[in-house]
């Protein structure tokens, strides 16, 4: 596939979730890595033929219900410490954030309407959690102990296998760990996938800014190219997914500052070095789409990543972004993200 690269793309906050935080319309990049593509129709089926849809969704707080009733019991009120509690979830979220089994059924409806054979997951309690939406997958999930984990959810019948948790991206345990999973392990078509929740609070480029936020995310991110390295030198198609916590479209200029600080992360991890590293942020040249008309979010943070070798499977005019009817919006707790997602059709 012909392509032009792209030159210019603490922990869980411990007493507040995150959103999407609000971004600037991201600019057109003058310098394309990939032809834009056409907007499939929310929840579409995939093409024809032996594809593989994958997408991430970040679920907001997804616990199970018991869990959740005793998690609320015990929450931690604004500004105070959660002491040497691992598990715990802030007041607001125990006040606001309980949901119904309405609230389930309308959220497993929209996981049936994306048909995804694989999502990567973010801000969810495990695999009781997840199967309160997914009804008929698999489960690989990090094993940190916090309320909130990165993970993926797959299809039955998928054939895959769990990898090891990607702690280093953690930084000592401040943040959260990537997930990571191989589909068709052992195959000429094997895929190698990593779920990440990058740092919040830094959704704005550059990098190297004035926050704290950005600090911890700008040490994120060259973990976070080493993986990508490894993947590319060793030859796999791969792909990360998930909730980036930053406009990765809406940065230009150099990787580094001056200093040698990272500045422009999209520019930082797409330096393709070593060969095969080029990499395709499927959302490229897409309209952004709300997740329903109350939200007034600009731009893309939840991103889908392909490698150099596995975009070239990439099904044309398959970028997939499902919305919620504005309705189920006001009556249900709905996640604040919605899916962003792609179909592959992997060589046999």
């Not at 690269?5 to 394309?32: I, K, N």
């Not at 969704?57 to 199970?64: G, K, R």
């Not at 760990?177 to 195959?187: D, K, Q």
Request: aromatic letters at 6%; charged letters at 25%; glycine letters at 8%.
């Amino acid at each position: 596939m012909k392509r032009v690269p792209l030159t210019t793309l603490f922990a869980l906050s411990l007493l507040a979730g995150c959103g999407e935080g609000t971004v600037p319309d991201a600019p057109t990049p003058p310098v394309a890595s990939a032809s834009p593509v056409s907007t499939a129709s929310p929840g579409a089926a995939p093409a024809a033929g032996d594809t593989l849809r994958i997408a991430t969704w970040n679920m907001e707080w997804l616990i199970a219900p018991n869990a959740f009733r005793k998690l609320a019991d015990e929450c931690v009120p604004e500004g105070a410490s959660p002491g040497p509690r691992r598990r715990f979830i802030p007041c607001n979220v125990a006040e606001q954030k309980e949901r119904s089994t309405d609230d389930y059924r309308t959220i497993a409806r929209y996981v049936r309407e994306l048909r995804a054979d694989v999502v990567a997951l973010q801000e969810v309690d495990g695999v009781d959690a997840a199967r309160r939406v997914f009804e008929d997958h698999d489960f690989c999930f990090t094993r940190r102990e916090a309320v909130q984990n990165t993970g993926f959810a797959v299809r039955k019948g998928v054939p895959h296998r769990c990898g090891p948790d990607f702690v280093e991206l953690s930084l000592d345990g401040r943040v959260r760990r990537g997930a990571e999973l191989i589909v068709y392990p052992g195959e000429p078509r094997e895929i190698r996938l990593l779920s990440v929740h990058l740092k919040s609070g830094c959704a704005r480029p550059p990098v190297d800014g004035p926050r704290e936020a950005c600090a911890i995310l700008g040490r994120q991110v060259p973990v976070l190219e080493r993986w990508i390295d490894q993947q590319a030198a060793a030859g796999r198609r791969f792909a990360v997914l998930g909730d980036f916590n930053h406009d990765l479209l809406g940065g230009s200029g150099p990787a580094r500052n001056e200093a040698g600080g990272v500045r422009n992360l999209w520019a930082e991890i797409d330096d393709g070095d070593p060969p095969g590293a080029r990499l395709v942020n499927v959302a490229f040249g897409q309209r952004f789409q709300n997740c329903h008309p109350g939200q007034n979010h600009r731009a893309y943070i939840d991103h889908v990543v392909l490698g150099e070798k596995l975009a070239a499977w990439r099904v044309p005019g398959s970028f997939v972004r499902l919305t919620y009817d504005p309705s189920d919006a006001r009556q249900r707790k709905l996640p604040d993200h919605c899916p962003v997602g792609v179909d592959l059709r992997p060589a046999t």
